[in-house]
């Protein structure tokens, strides 16, 4: 199973600011990656699909970007209803995996 | 409104059962593929199963391979997870998350329902 790698664990950040996360495969995954957002309580939303691609009506400060093993989910200014935890995807292969994570937390 | 409502949750002991169900509204249930995914608590996602909308094809992840079933029942708009001989380590938040029509990844998902398998 291909194993998704995100970095940093934690991201400590202020409004206003860029947040670059990471997410790395074990094996390529083409373009075959999506990004997720969770709040507290909530069920994740798709962001980004396809490594690139935004999903209906995400805001366009959300960008992806990368193929193969390497991905990259950048927030170009980060508004308070930012932070949270996100999750990247792939389906390039079965079984379906999820990164373990990375927290966006205010600074 | 697309909404996916899960139901079903609730604590039971190691080795019992549990049916989760999914109820479908606001879009054609009968033309979209629909996945469970698990989430323990305060750890990550997991996918759990697959099915196609049709309900001919089925996938399931290694770790409830044997133990779990997922069916649907388009006529019902709704989604199952039937679980046996659970374990302490399937308790979790479990979500029912509908695949897109043209974008093949998770694209709705419901409020999850609660799993706690102890004795």
């Known amino acids: 199973e291909i194993v998704l790698t995100q970095s940093p664990a934690t991201l400590s950040l202020s409004p206003g600011e860029r947040a670059t996360l990471s997410c790395r495969a074990s094996q390529s995954v083409s373009s075959y990656l999506a990004w997720y957002q969770q709040k507290p309580g909530q069920a994740p939303r798709l962001l980004i699909y396809d490594a690139s691609n935004r999903a209906t009506g995400i805001p366009a400060r959300f960008s992806g970007s990368g193929s193969g093993t390497d991905f990259t989910l950048t927030i170009s200014s980060l508004e308070p209803e930012d932070f949270a935890v996100y999750y990247c995807?792939?389906?390039?292969?079965?079984?379906?995996?999820f990164g373990q994570g990375t927290r966006l937390e205010i600074k | 409104e697309v909404q996916l409502v899960e139901s079903g949750g609730g604590l039971v002991q190691p080795g019992g059962s549990l049916r989760l169900s999914c109820a479908a509204s606001g879009f054609t249930f009968s033309s979209y593929e629909m996945n469970w995914v698990r989430q323990a608590p305060g750890k990550g996602l997991e996918w759990v199963s697959y099915i196609s909308s049709s309900g001919s094809t089925i996938y399931y992840a290694d770790s409830v391979k044997g133990r779990f079933t997922i069916s649907r029942d388009n006529a019902k708009n709704s989604l199952y997870l039937q679980m046996n001989s659970l374990r302490a380590e399937d308790t979790a938040v479990y979500y029912c998350a509908r695949e897109g029509a043209t974008v093949a990844y998770f694209d709705y998902w419901g409020q999850g329902t609660l799993v706690t398998v102890s004795s």
């Open positions: 995807q792939q389906r390039s292969n079965w079984p379906d995996t």
